[in-house]
């Protein structure tokens, strides 16, 4: 039992040493105006580069209109309505192809980094505008089924 133990452990080290590395995500997204069908936000995002950490802060920011909503815009309910797990989960393919395939890019209009890169230890964090067009956002999650109608 305890070779059993001492090799789920080496296994267990193995493969989180060979795991690709993580960016950690943030949710530091905030409102900052909206007009005919588009949302503009201010979001943090973290990287070992500039470019990796403006992806971050795009990413952070649909993730915030997917599954939390942002209070004082006009999305103040997230545009799916179930839980984060279970909606990545239930509609994978839709969530890999939207983020490893970088379909997110269509729906952003605009992304400006509002600040310099600043250095927070391992990795760097920079602010950056984003201008999502929600209106077409929505009506792709409800063409793959991932919402319904109306957003219910």
């Known amino acids: ?29 905030n409102y900052l105006s909206s007009s005919d069908g588009t949302i503009t936000m201010r979001a943090i995002g973290n990287g070992e580069n500039q470019q990796e950490a403006i992806t971050n802060a795009e990413k952070n920011s649909f993730e915030v209109l997917f599954f939390r909503g942002l209070p004082g815009s006009e999305q103040k309910i997230a545009l799916i ?16 192809k939207f983020y490893n395939e970088q379909r997110y890019k269509t729906f ?8 310099n890169l600043m250095n927070n230890g391992r990795y760097k964090s920079i602010a950056v505008d984003i201008k999502i067009n929600v209106t077409a956002l929505r009506k792709d999650l409800e063409q793959f089924n991932v919402i319904r109608k109306f957003g219910y």
Do not use: W
């Open 108 to 115: 952003l209009l605009s992304s400006i980094p509002a600040n």
């Open 81 to 96: 309505g179930i839980n984060e797990t279970e909606a990545k989960q239930k509609y994978q393919s839709y969530f890999d």
């Open 1 to 29: 039992m305890r070779t059993f133990s001492k090799g789920i452990f080496i296994l267990f080290l193995i493969i989180s040493s060979c795991s690709h590395r993580l960016t950690p995500t943030t949710a530091k997204v």
